[in-house]
C-alpha cells in the first residue's frame, strides 16, 4: 500500500501552512477580511481533482505521442448550504489544444483518468457527481 505523508501547520487566526512531502508548500486559510490569503480548503479539494486529472490527460495523449499544445481546466462545484458543506456535484471543463488531437483521443484520455488513474476521482466520486466536457480549440 502506497502511504502519503504531508503535514499542515497553524500561523494563526484561521491560516495555515500545508507542505507535503517533498517539501513545497502552500498557504490554506479562510476567505474572510482578516484570512484572506491563501486558499480555502475546500478550493484545495477542487483543485486536487482538477490536477489529478490533468497529469493523467497529458501523461495519456503523450502516451498516445499526440501533440498536446496547452491544457486549461476550469473547475465548478456546487456544495449544499448547510454543514459539512459537501460537494454534491462537480463539473471540470477541459479546455485543449493540439494539431493531432481528436475528440475521440480527448474523450478517451478523459474518461480513463476519471474512471481508472485518478485517486481524487476515486476518492470524491462515492459523494459528489463528477461530470465533464472539453473541448478541442482551433478544430
Keep these: 500500500m502506497k502511504k502519503e505523508d504531508a503535514r499542515v501547520k497553524w500561523t494563526g487566526n484561521k491560516q495555515f501552512i500545508g507542505t507535503d512531502s517533498g517539501k513545497h508548500s502552500i498557504v490554506i486559510s479562510s476567505h474572510d477580511e482578516a484570512n484572506n490569503t491563501g486558499m480555502s480548503p475546500s478550493q484545495l479539494l477542487l483543485l486536487s481533482l482538477a490536477s489529478c486529472s490533468a497529469y493523467d490527460v497529458v501523461n495519456i495523449l503523450q502516451k498516445k505521442r499526440l501533440q498536446l499544445d496547452s491544457l486549461d481546466i476550469t473547475i465548478r462545484g456546487e456544495q449544499e448550504p448547510d454543514p459539512p458543506w459537501t460537494y454534491r456535484h462537480i463539473h471540470l471543463k ?46
Design 94 to 139: 477541459f479546455l485543449l489544444s493540439g494539431h493531432d488531437l481528436t475528440d475521440k483521443a480527448v474523450e478517451q484520455a478523459i474518461k480513463l483518468s476519471m474512471t481508472k488513474y485518478c485517486s481524487v476521482a476515486a476518492t470524491v466520486s462515492g459523494k459528489a457527481d463528477v461530470t465533464h466536457e472539453f473541448e478541442i480549440l482551433g478544430k
